[in-house]
């Protein structure tokens, strides 16, 4: 048996390998014929030469994609082992911080495709984002909005989503409109408090210049100097899209975010969302961004969650394709 070290410099090997070497121990998973210790900045590897290489190989990626981004996820980790990680690192292109939140926190595009929206909003005025809960679509949508605003790119930022199962019947609620409206935009004001001071969030509300309001609200207006973003734009319906697609100005940027596994239209209406991906892909200036479970960067239970319902949702459709005499195919 042969053994290896490899130093770790400039960077704190216990933020490197989480809380209890958790991450250290993810990585390890992935090379059971190898002996890993950690002690201090040095690691040493022992087993087979080809083995250590391929050891040393996906480490050195995952040093070189958190001495870039201060941050690896266990997510990140899977998506290199199990790939060659030449596209992880090789998109340099919205690896900057997106926006300064709060408290100096540098917010950033995590995964490669968080990274594919941020260069695709650079490249397009139109630009959809759909996947799973988790994958950070709305979030790194917003935080690109609040970045073209203190850039002055944009004069506001318009957030709107369809309210209440795309119905916007909020009579039944107690309160003011504001007041009905608020917990179901609650997503939104979420990602602004994490990225503009609470006093200041709350002038720019007041002012105009951040709007957060219902999809039906957008009628009729025609939306420019603006970074707009439509949210949960799976519960729209086909006219609701067509009608906020269509109040788009000379100089806005929009951006179209959703999850077509949960789409809460009743079932004879089809979802505006699925319509627009259907007739729009492929149009010249609009980009389509599809995020999946490896961007999931919400908690390691999230991915399985999501592999679950993927993996009975399949089974269902199959089923009710057989029932109608549509047997599988091998």
Do not use: W
């Amino acid at each position: 048996m042969l053994e290896r070290k490899i130093e770790i410099q400039g960077i704190n090997p216990a933020e490197l390998f989480g809380v209890n070497n958790a991450k250290l121990n993810h990585i390890k998973a992935y090379f059971p014929k190898l002996h890993v210790t950690a002690r201090g900045n040095v690691l040493t590897i022992t087993g087979d030469d080809e083995v250590m290489d391929e050891f040393e190989k996906k480490f050195k990626l995952i040093l070189k994609i958190f001495d870039k981004y201060n941050v690896i996820t266990l997510n990140n980790i899977d998506n290199l082992m199990l790939h060659d990680g030449s596209d992880f690192v090789g998109l340099d292109k919205g690896s900057e911080t997106l926006v300064h939140g709060n408290h100096g926190v540098k917010i950033k595009a995590k995964t490669i495709n968080q990274r594919r929206l941020v260069e695709a909003i650079s490249k397009n005025d139109m630009v959809f984002a759909v996947g799973p809960a988790g994958t950070g679509k709305t979030y790194t949508a917003v935080a690109l909005a609040v970045r073209a605003l203190k850039a002055k790119e944009v004069k506001r930022i318009i957030l709107t989503r369809p309210a209440v199962e795309a119905g916007e019947n909020l009579g039944f609620l107690p309160g003011d409109l504001k007041e009905k409206l608020d917990p179901y935009m609650m997503p939104l004001y979420d990602a602004l408090r994490d990225m503009i001071p609470p006093e200041k969030l709350a002038d720019m509300i007041e002012f105009g210049i951040i709007e957060i309001a219902p999809l039906a609200f957008m009628r009729g207006r025609t939306l420019d100097k603006a970074f707009v973003i439509l949210d949960e734009a799976q519960n729209s319906t086909t006219m609701q899209m067509k009608m906020f697609l269509t109040r788009m100005g000379m100089t806005a940027k929009f951006a179209i975010t959703g999850d077509m596994s949960q789409v809460d239209l009743p079932g004879h209406q089809r979802s505006g969302l699925a319509y627009a991906l259907d007739i729009l892909t492929g149009v010249e200036g609009i980009s389509v961004i599809r995020m999946g479970q490896a961007d999931v960067i919400r908690h390691k239970l999230v991915k399985r969650i999501i592999d679950a319902f993927e993996k009975k949702e399949a089974e269902q459709k199959d089923r009710r394709s057989e029932s109608k005499g549509n047997p599988k195919k091998d």
